[in-house]
């Protein structure tokens, strides 16, 4: 099936995560994450820190048990199991009913996570990092994000280069929607992520926002992820992570504005509270 890159392609005009802005909360347990590293690590804490999430407008907890900041290690599949699979089944224990998203590219994980009760898989290798990772999510008929990124996290702000990096960006994520949906994925349960920060550089991520149109017009939902990144820190000359919510609280807006339909941050009220205006004045 070729992926018509002019209309809506899923056919539904309808996003499977729901409709209006959603907002992805972010829960990283690792120890090392860019902005929050440590912070939420156990399932106590991290439990804790989802239902903030959820009282402050999220509607999907992201529970990711490996960082993917620039220069990080993987932790091996077995580690991640053991970090994610707990908060899963915790958060469904204090509020059942939540959506669950999973952060992670690999099968094993993403099996775990969806058994203990997750609904959503997020892969940032866009289910190039594991061969099994399409028929599982294929099988399981979950939605999933699929995001774009150049090189592995270790390497990929070494000197990443485009000569159009919306261009390539689109088509990647275009070949890889296509992949997945011969796998058996349901087109309405694809969204695309142009993946601010993953082998890019300040203009690559500033082109991506302002074109982001251009990768709306796949006729996936797109999600976009820019809470608290180093290109943030460059503009506003900031090396602190949590002094950019407003900068991010930007981003997300003009991101709703061009057509993006989901958001992943750390800092939901914030995000949520200038996209229910935003949409309001859409609406108007
Ligand atoms: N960004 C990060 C992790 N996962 N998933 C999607 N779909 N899109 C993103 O932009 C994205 C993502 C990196 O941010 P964070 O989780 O805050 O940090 P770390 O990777 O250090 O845990």
């Known amino acids: 099936m070729r992926i018509r890159t002019d209309s809506v392609h899923n056919g539904t005009g309808h996003s499977p995560l729901g409709p209006g802005p959603v907002l992805f909360g972010i829960l990283n347990v690792t120890p090392d994450s860019f902005s929050d590293g440590g912070e939420f690590f156990g399932a106590g804490p991290a439990v804790s820190h989802a239902e903030g999430l959820l009282d402050e407008g999220a509607h999907v907890v992201d529970v990711g048990g490996e960082s993917t900041r620039p220069g990080s ?17 915790g958060i469904l224990e204090a ?58 996290p270790k390497t990929m702000q070494e000197n990443p280069r485009y000569d159009d990096v919306v ?43 302002r074109r982001l149109d251009e990768i709306v017009e796949l006729g996936f939902p797109v999600l976009v ?4 990144k180093g290109f943030l820190g460059r503009i506003l000359g900031s090396d602190d992570p949590k002094a950019r919510v407003f900068g991010t609280v930007a981003t997300s807006v003009t991101s709703y504005d061009r057509g993006a339909t989901a958001f992943r941050v750390h800092d939901v009220r914030a995000n949520r509270e200038a996209l229910e205006v935003a949409a309001a004045v859409r609406g108007a």
Request: overall charge negative; some cysteine.
């Open 73 to 89: 290690d993987p932790v091996s599949p077995e580690e991640e199991v053991r970090r994610v699979v707990p908060v899963v089944r």
């Open 95 to 152: 509020r059942p009913g939540t959506r669950v998203s999973v952060d992670t590219y690999r099968a094993s994980t993403a099996e775990a996570a969806l058994d203990a009760g997750a609904a959503i898989v997020n892969d940032v290798t866009a289910l190039g990092g594991d061969p099994r990772m399409a028929g599982v999510v294929a099988e399981r008929g979950c939605p999933v994000v699929l995001m774009h990124m150049l090189g592995e």
């Open 167 to 209: 261009r390539e960006v689109r088509d990647y994520l275009a070949g890889r929607a296509e992949r997945a949906i011969s796998a058996g994925v349901d087109p309405g349960d694809v969204v695309l992520d142009p993946g601010i920060g993953f082998g890019k550089k300040l203009e690559h991520n500033l082109q991506l926002l």
């Open 225 to 228: 992820g820019t809470s608290r």
